[in-house]
């Protein structure tokens, strides 16, 4: 055997080599035309991928190789180490791009690499570099161009044509047998090409016709059959809704399709002869662990333990997703018999979200379960709510059972929670011991209008964090859900509020007095609050992570009281007006000497000498606001404007009009001509900074406060000036340092 080269990078192959070199040897010795021997080992990716090269493009005159595994080449020639390779006809040629590549495994042959189409992209490698440890550089592209490129084989029996080999998997393509495809695509990258679009990702079935027209092996068990679809769809017919075909699903593909992750049941009603928790169908489905996503889209169940029994036969399930989930048999709801045969079902462990009435925003279940808001459905979700609790409140000496224990994430639409009382919320808040995250939502998730930051002080203090958002909920419904949780004798301590609301759409905005009563009931357990001013919806100044945020009108807090929230430490005010005059309205109103952190966002981009008239009266106010004895212990006060037009001087003017805060040394200013303003947040002596673009930010001061927020054990910051891409290096610089000195 010989390979040629020359400078165009074409390499001919020709003969075979030995049988006894291919795959077999571990060590290899090249020896070139000038003497030189260079001895190589055999080096393997972790996948079994064996290295091959460098090949130089520079020009080789032929050489040979016989059974003693003696190579000769030009002394132009790189070191380099061939093997598991078999050529099953003379006059094929090569064309590469690259200085190596990598191999198709172990056993490769030529149909490992056939490109389909012509120029086919295969990643390649370099030898380590010299040094003590083994090296290697980033993998990259190789484009090989082959030219009359033969069948071939490892065997030395004599291969079938290629167009024999195109019929035959022709025709295995027709029949659909997918584990037969499926074996066909691991024999050659070639195969995997033409075979790979005709192995689903998707399969619905609507009845016994389309599983038993499905074909598969179902005798022969062997390795490389089809591993199955990602998502799997089980529907009724039209009439009845009937899914029988459900136990012929789980009883041929359980234990065979090990690669579904979502399984969607729909417009479907199950079987009356498949209730039994002990079914076989129930039996079968544990062997799909593969299975992390339940969807239950308009089905009915003939009792609650059928439906329990098909959430606990999912071993793997993780996010449970219910919408117009019905019972035919609810009046025996909370029948003894029901809640005993419930509680002897086994937990799902892994279960740890749930939507209850909503579709998933995640993959591609948002275009199918749309936010229709449906004022009748309401009562079977109360009914499977109230369930849950009465099963989790044994009686006698039953035991305590949460079939939803392990869920820590829970959203609701607003067709569930519209109609909530404050005895809903306790119910929801007992049945899920482990929730972290509730949220009340409707169809525009993006509208955030209130969320809060509680602490369960009966279970070890965990926090939960209630979010209500979405624009097109009913204002009627949002204020209802925010008293619910007022009213509720659950113990919860709200530690944080966040509060956004629209402007343009005032009809659709949660009310003020509702806000103001959550403030007010938070009492001395609130900590931070947060909230927006403003009449405008902001064009073009909106926070990018809040592309619909909402702004509060201004007149809304007008009643607003902080006279009960004696623990404020943090204040953050997102002011969308050049008019100081509400916020300085609501910060008189703060009776918390414990507030050691005030931020404002000022956004305004208009350049008027009105509106900049409008904004030094306003920070004059804020500077006398903010020097009240109530302050006397502020830390950090950030002003940050957000600006759309860059005003030379604007710090220094806006310094010019808060001398009391300047000249106590807590004062921030920072500037910046962005849509997206920087923003610090200060917690428990920590600093975390995000940033996107070049600016300015002043994370803290020096002077008195600075030492006195030494002394509470509070984080002395510095100020940090920063550009795109060292602002990290720079903050962590400044946080080690731990002065008060610019960097």
């Known amino acids: 055997m010989y390979l040629a080269g020359s400078k165009s990078g074409v390499m001919e192959a020709s003969g075979r080599w030995p049988e006894t070199c291919l795959n077999q040897s571990t060590e290899s010795i090249v020896q070139w035309s000038d003497g030189d021997v260079f001895t190589s080992r055999r080096r393997r990716y972790p996948d079994g991928y064996t290295c091959l090269g460098p090949v130089s493009q520079q020009s080789v005159r032929p050489f040979s190789m016989d059974d003693s595994k003696q190579y000769s080449a030009s002394e132009s020639s790189p070191q380099a180490l061939w093997e598991g390779v078999s050529l099953g006809r003379e006059g094929s040629s090569l064309e590469w791009e690259d200085s190596s ?50 069948y071939s084989s490892n065997s030395r029996r004599p291969s079938l044509p290629v167009e024999l080999w195109m019929q035959i998997l022709d025709v295995v393509l027709k029949e659909q047998n997918y584990d037969a495809i499926a074996r066909c695509a691991r024999v050659c990258r070639l195969f995997q090409h033409m075979c790979k679009p005709h192995l689903a990702t998707d399969l619905t079935f609507r009845s016994e016709e389309d599983v038993e027209n499905l074909k598969t092996d179902i005798a022969v068990k062997e390795i490389g059959g089809w591993r199955g679809p990602m998502r799997m769809i089980i529907g009724g017919n039209k009439d009845s809704k009937a899914i029988p075909h459900v136990a ?71 996010e449970l997703y219910l919408r117009d989930v019905k019972l035919t048999i609810s009046s025996f709801l909370f029948d003894p018999r029901a809640l005993s045969e419930f509680r002897l079902l086994p937990q799902p462990k892994n279960l740890w979200r749930i939507y209850l009435g909503t ?109 209500v958002k979405g624009s097109t909920a009913r204002p009627q419904h949002m204020d209802n859900i925010v008293r619910c949780f007022i009213k509720t004798d659950h113990p919860i301590r709200i530690t944080e509020i966040e509060t956004l609301a629209h402007s343009r ?28 001013i403003n009449a405008d919806k902001m064009s073009g100044g909106s926070r990018p992570d809040q592309h619909h945020t909402l702004a509060l009108s201004a007149d809304r807090y007008h009643h607003l009281d902080l006279s009960e929230n004696t623990n404020l430490q943090s204040l953050r005010i997102h002011h969308h007006l050049a008019s100081c005059v509400d916020m300085c309205e609501i910060l008189s109103r703060v009776t918390s000497r414990c507030i050691s952190s005030v931020y404002i966002e000022i956004t305004t981009g208009s350049s008027k000498p009105t509106e900049q008239g409008e904004l030094s009266e306003g920070l004059s106010r804020l500077d006398a606001v903010l020097s009240l004895p109530v302050f006397d212990n502020l830390v950090n006060v950030s002003i940050q404007p957000s600006l759309v037009v860059e005003h030379d001087g604007m710090e220094e003017s806006m310094k010019a009009c808060l001398t009391s805060l300047g000249r106590r040394g807590i004062l921030m200013i920072g500037a910046e001509v962005s849509s997206y303003a920087v923003h610090d947040t200060i917690q428990s002596g920590t600093v975390q900074v995000d940033g996107t673009e070049q600016g300015r930010t002043y994370l803290s001061g020096g002077g008195t406060a600075a030492e006195k927020g030494r002394e509470r054990g509070q984080v002395a910051l510095v100020s940090v000036t920063w550009r795109l891409g060292d602002w990290q290096e720079r903050n962590r610089a400044a946080h080690d340092k731990g002065s008060t000195s610019s960097i």
Not at 120 to 136: A, F, K, S, T, V
Not at 282 to 303: C, E, W
Not at 518 to 527: C, I, M
């Open 101 to 150: 590549l990598e191999w198709g495994g172990p056993h490769g042959c030529w149909e490992d690499l056939f490109p389909f189409p012509p120029t086919y992209p295969l990643p390649c490698g370099e030898d380590p570099l010299p040094g003590p440890y083994p090296r290697w550089k980033s993998l990259r592209l190789l484009h090989l161009k082959w030219e009359n490129v033969p």
């Open 248 to 318: 012929s699903i789980a009883s041929k593909f359980a234990g065979r399709w090990t690669r579904v992750e979502k399984l969607t049941i729909e417009k479907a009603s199950w079987p009356s002869s498949l209730r039994a928790a002990d079914a076989a169908v129930f039996r079968n489905l544990p062997h799909f662990a593969s299975i992390t996503q339940l969807v239950l889209d308009d089905v009915t169940f003939p009792s609650i333990v059928t439906f329990g029994a098909l959430v606990s036969a999912l071993s793997g399930l993780k």
């Open 359 to 467: 579709g998933t925003d995640r993959y591609d279940l948002e275009h199918r379960l749309e936010h229709d808001f449906t004022p009748t459905a309401w009562p079977y979700y109360t009914e499977l709510l109230d369930f849950m609790t009465a099963v989790s409140n044994p009686r006698g000496k039953s035991p305590r059972v949460y079939p939803w224990g392990s869920v820590s994430c829970m959203k609701l639409d607003e067709s569930v929670w519209w109609r909530f009382s404050s005895s809903s919320i306790v119910r929801l808040l007992r049945a899920l011991p482990s929730l972290t995250d509730l949220t009340f939502t409707s169809a525009d998730e993006k509208t955030l209008n209130l969320k809060m930051a509680a602490v369960r002080t009966h279970s070890r203090s965990t926090r939960i964090d209630i979010v």
């Open 505 to 532: 759409l005032q009809e659709t905005a949660m009310g003020g007095p509702a806000m103001n009563e959550v403030v007010r009931h938070a009492g001395p357990s609130l900590h931070r609050l947060e909230f927006f």
